[in-house]
């Protein structure tokens, strides 16, 4: 059995102060939360990881960073490296977000060095992959996931894989409201299992957890959630309040499989 992981994204939202008053509010409303049923990780700004880190810290919630470099230190203005984030008391990392792709020129070669850095640093990285609605249109979804996945997995091995998260974000559901129905969700993270079965063994694509991200809410989360190859959610806007991110939290918990 797989267990669910769930995400928050929080994207360029929360200054320091905004982001203890939302961990201290996840903190209490989550805080019975067995650890047993859901992992649960919080992805605030750079800078706020710090002050989020010492909030949750000996909690059922850990915490992520939303990229990364994949050098180790040096004259990189303006990027941060896996063991800094490894200082700052980070275990998660998301690397290769659409929005990142889109307006900051990632691609799956910078994908896999990242991958590979944050593996080597001992983080946990959550691998995004997803088609736009033109690529879904003109019929290339699989094509696209399978660039993704192929390129961003290259050159690692299944006991490296079967450490990873991959978050399948189709693009055209991501922030518009517009969440990929249950039955395509399925479909997109049964595709990705099967290629990753092909690609290195049973064992490795059966212990791989998928999370789907796209418009996830608490109306839509047990729906989500209860596809046999749903193993989580990266949630964006609905992470922001911790009402809302409580309740798919907890949906999420009672699913049953
Ligand atoms: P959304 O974002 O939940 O606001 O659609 C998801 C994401 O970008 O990870």
């Excluded at 959550?126 to 979804?141: F, H, W």
Aim: with cysteine; net charge negative; aromatic share 8%.
């Amino acid at each position: 059995m797989r267990k669910l992981i769930i995400a928050g994204n929080w994207k360029m939202y929360k200054t320091i102060g905004e982001t203890i008053e939302l961990a201290n509010a996840l903190k209490r409303q989550l805080y019975d939360l067995g650890s047993e049923t859901v992992d649960i990780v919080i992805c605030p700004p750079f800078t706020s990881l710090s002050e989020a880190a010492e909030v949750v810290i000996e909690s059922n919630i850990a915490l992520g960073a939303q990229d990364m470099y994949w050098q180790e230190e040096g004259a990189f203005t303006g990027e941060v490296s896996a063991p800094m984030l490894k200082d700052a008391g980070v275990k998660y990392v998301i690397i290769g977000h659409s929005e990142r792709r889109q307006f900051f020129s990632e691609t799956n070669d910078s994908v896999n060095k990242k991958v590979k850095a944050a593996l080597n640093y001992g983080l946990i990285p959550i691998m995004c992959v997803g088609e736009s609605l033109k690529d879904r249109e003109a019929g290339l979804t699989f094509k696209v996931l399978e660039d993704h996945v192929t390129g961003g997995l290259k050159d690692l091995g299944p006991e490296q894989v079967e450490k990873i998260i991959i978050a399948y974000e189709p693009v055209w559901a991501i922030g518009t409201g517009k969440t990929a129905t249950p039955a395509q969700a399925q479909e997109a993270h049964k595709f990705i299992r099967d290629l990753v079965i092909k690609l290195y063994n049973k064992q490795t694509g059966e212990l791989l957890r998928i999370q789907y991200g796209g418009s996830v809410k608490p109306e839509n989360t047990k729906e989500l959630m209860g596809q046999p190859d749903v193993d989580g959610a990266l949630v964006g806007g609905a992470s922001l309040k911790a009402d809302s991110f409580s309740s798919i939290v907890k949906s999420s918990s009672e699913v049953k499989k």
